[in-house]
């Protein structure tokens, strides 16, 4: 079993920064693509940030040139540098990651989900 453990969400004024945190742990190999969802309630779970084993990132339309995305292969963790925030980014924001992991000689990969955590911006 894999788990995602997410940090550093917040309340924030306008115009503030947060950085987001996700480490993953438990039966990994090797994880592959990462990335950072947000929801908001009633609303679907939308792709905020993605960012390849290989360091190759993509972004929402609403987000580029405020958000980073960034990985540390070596501690199996990916963050989100948010600056610029406004209140329209208040959400829940949730870590994906394609985990791929052994039971024996048998390798599978399969797609995890950390618990989410709360951004709240005021206006």
């Known amino acids: 079993q894999v788990q995602l453990v997410e940090s550093g969400g917040g309340l924030v004024q306008a115009g503030g920064s947060l950085r987001l945190s996700c480490a993953a742990s438990?039966?990994?190999?090797?994880?592959?693509?990462m990335g950072w969802y947000r929801q908001t309630p009633g609303k679907t779970r939308d792709l905020v940030a993605g960012i390849t084993s290989g360091g190759s990132t993509n972004y929402a339309d609403s987000v580029k040139g405020r958000f980073t995305i960034s990985r540390d292969n070596t501690k199996n963790t990916v963050y989100l540098q948010m600056n610029s925030l406004k209140a329209e980014d208040t959400a829940v924001y949730y870590c994906?990651?394609?985990?791929?992991?052994?039971?024996?000689?048998?390798?599978?990969?399969?797609?995890?989900w950390g618990q989410g955590t709360q951004v709240t911006v005021s206006s």
């Open positions: 438990g039966s990994i190999v090797r994880i592959n693509a």
């Open positions: 994906n990651a394609d985990v791929q992991s052994n039971s024996g000689t048998i390798y599978y990969s399969k797609a995890y």
